[in-house]
């Protein structure tokens, strides 16, 4: 087993802590159907859909938690909150989200 590289975890609301590192890697989302297979009794029903993030890996600072809410900054110094009804974190190891932040900052394309 290799003891030198911790994985990456999802982790639940109540695990997300002020200087984490973490990264969304899912979006929930609620979609509404319109059934009208039935004349006359229309139902509309929700659909919840999770996707995996298309921005999944991008590191993320936790700056302050004030559940559900989670302010983060990402490597180019955008702070911004996400709602955690809606995103399913995951936490980066200290050591990984440390180098990619820093990497990411410090490119000039970033």
Known sequence: MDT??????LIGPEDVKVGHYVTIAHE???CFKLNCSVP?????????V????CGAGWPMKVLAVSQPYVLVTDP???S????LRRYRLARLPKR????AFEKIAASPTA
């Open 4 to 9: 030198q590289h911790k994985p990456t975890r």
């Open 28 to 30: 929930s989302v609620e």
């Open 40 to 48: 006359g009794q229309d139902t509309i029903d929700v659909l919840h």
């Open 50 to 53: 999770e996707m995996r993030y």
């Open 76 to 78: 180019r110094g955008r």
């Open 80 to 83: 911004f909150n996400l709602d």
């Open 96 to 99: 990984f989200g440390a180098t």
